[in-house]
């Protein structure tokens, strides 16, 4: 029995730890979104109707350098927060460092549009909250002191914005997924 109970529990920690190793390689842990090595699975079983979009946070490397890291952390957090609720059946995905990709299978990019343009917009229209290092860790009390016009209530030190580019592309007869990827990278610029 003691054999038995042993083989179980080794089947079980490889089982679990194939599991873990796919969330690793397939799930961007900043964001919580899909990544790289998701989209090209994804990209691999296309049929010959979608769009592919690429999308890149405006002047990241400037507003990171200007605000910190941690900063910049959440503005991608947020901007990927915004492109996981598009709509049309579309699919966001985090390609690397300021740049996430949409897909929308079986949509023209007349069809896709506006859906990207509402996820730029949120984007571009979302007020981002800066506190300083004396911020509270409890929830209550930041909320108390955000809320009223009381002795404890403090502004937040800054307030900040943030604005995306998206390009689309769709294949041509004969384009394969990373040609239409690349379209729609050049469409970004």
Do not use: C, W
Not at 50 to 62: G, I, N, Q, R
Not at 68 to 73: A, L, Q
Not at 121 to 145: H, L
């Amino acid at each position: 029995a003691f054999g038995v109970f042993t083989a179980a529990a080794g089947a079980i920690l490889v089982v679990s730890m194939l599991q873990e190793s796919h969330r690793l390689a397939f799930n961007d842990e900043l964001t919580g979104l899909p990544g790289r090595r998701a989209l090209q699975e994804a990209m691999a079983g296309l049929g010959p109707h979608y769009v592919l979009a690429m999308a890149d946070v405006d002047h990241f490397k400037s507003f990171n350098d200007t605000h910190g890291h941690d900063t910049g952390d959440q503005v991608l957090k947020l901007v990927a927060a915004r492109l996981a609720q598009v709509k049309g059946g579309g699919r966001a995905f985090r390609y690397g460092g300021e740049e996430f990709t949409v897909l929308f299978p079986d949509l023209s990019l007349e069809e896709a549009l506006p859906q990207l343009e509402a996820i730029r917009a949120a984007v571009e229209g979302y007020r981002m909250t800066v506190r300083g290092e004396d911020r509270p860790k409890k929830k209550e009390v930041g909320e108390k002191r955000r809320g009223g016009d009381g002795p404890d209530s403090m502004p937040p030190d800054k307030i900040l914005s943030v604005t995306i580019s998206i390009g689309g592309a769709e294949p041509a007869p004969g384009m394969a997924p990373a040609q239409v990827l690349k379209a729609a990278d050049e469409a970004l610029y």
